[in-house]
């Protein structure tokens, strides 16, 4: 059985209670995760590079108002 397979195992037999407090941790730390790969992303330049691409995508007509 692989770790993820163990994992899922161990999540179906979580109570109610200890399902809840798992979700509360894993959506924080998910979101830790997330805001260290955009710190990675930005400091690489990598979203400097996306927002270049926005911005002439915008100017070309390429972009609609939301």
């Known amino acids: 059985m692989s770790k993820i397979e163990n994992i899922e195992q161990e999540i179906r037999s979580l ?33 400097a590079d996306l927002a270049k691409k926005s911005l002439v995508d915008h100017k070309t007509g390429k972009s609609t108002e939301l």
């Open 15 to 47: 109570t109610e209670t200890e399902l809840a407090t798992f979700r509360k941790w894993f959506l924080e730390f998910d979101a830790e995760v997330w805001d260290r790969q955009i710190e990675r992303d930005s400091a690489s330049g990598r979203l």
